[in-house]
């Protein structure tokens, strides 16, 4: 299987950094290939831009997001490792969305609605937050989540969203909570690895 981690956080030292540093030793360890676009280590432009409209309606575009779009194109699972910021994902993560999910990419508009052109695609998103998943799912926000990112962005692609992964309270959490949340990523990579 090719595997394409799809990765947004500036800090280096970050939980979110160990996750991807599992996430990438588990796939390769069970024979896949993988590749890894780390978006800020990258300098990924995540500004939505005038020219960015051009060149779509003159059926192209950028260079930057062509490199982006040949990556997920060659890819069978996308794994998005962000954290969640005010209540979504964080703007670089947010930009590489609204720029590479391209119409005539994507998806597109037919006379029945429109249609995801990444079918046969699979995704695994893992996100961290800084409350407990138990506030988020109180007041809703799971669900939230799960119906933008799952359904609103991905569903609305044509790709299946095999896993999601909420690690909570991740600022104050202690040393075995982490390793149970990495215990828990490498779980579910097994069970996709299987599936």
């Known amino acids: 299987m090719k595997v394409l981690v799809i990765y947004?956080?500036?800090?280096?030292?970050s939980?979110?950094?160990?996750?991807?540093?599992?996430?990438?030793?588990?796939?390769k360890e069970k024979g896949h290939e993988v590749n890894v676009r780390d978006l800020y280590a990258i300098g990924f432009d995540p500004v939505l831009k005038g020219a960015d409209f051009e060149k779509l309606f003159a059926g192209t575009v950028s260079d930057d997001v062509k490199i982006e779009q040949d990556y997920i194109r060659n890819a069978d699972?996308?794994?998005?490792?962000?954290p969640i910021w005010w209540a979504s994902m964080g703007a670089v993560m947010k930009?590489?969305?609204?720029?590479?999910?391209?119409?005539g990419f994507a998806y597109k508009y037919t006379a029945q609605g429109p249609e995801g052109l990444l079918k046969g695609k699979k995704a695994f998103?893992?996100?961290?937050?800084?409350?407990?998943?138990?506030?988020?799912?109180?007041i809703g926000m799971i669900?939230?989540?799960?119906?933008?990112?799952?359904?609103?962005?991905?569903?609305?692609?044509g790709i299946d969203v095999v896993e999601h992964i909420f690690n909570g309270g991740v600022p104050s959490a202690s040393e075995?909570?982490?390793?149970?949340?990495?215990?828990?990523?490498?779980t579910s990579i097994s069970r996709i690895s299987n599936g």
Do not use: W
């Not at 699972?77 to 962000?82: D, E, P, S």
């Not at 669900?143 to 692609?157: E, H």
């Open 15 to 27: 939980f979110s950094n160990e996750i991807l540093n599992v996430v990438v030793s588990e796939f």
């Open 176 to 186: 075995e909570q982490k390793k149970q949340y990495l215990e828990a990523i490498k």
């Open 77 to 82: 699972l996308l794994v998005f490792i962000h």
């Open 95 to 103: 930009g590489y969305i609204d720029r590479v999910f391209s119409m």
């Open 143 to 157: 669900n939230a989540f799960k119906l933008t990112l799952d359904q609103g962005i991905f569903g609305f692609c």
């Open 8 to 13: 947004s956080h500036q800090n280096p030292k």
């Open 125 to 138: 998103l893992i996100n961290n937050m800084g409350s407990p998943v138990e506030f988020y799912e109180k």
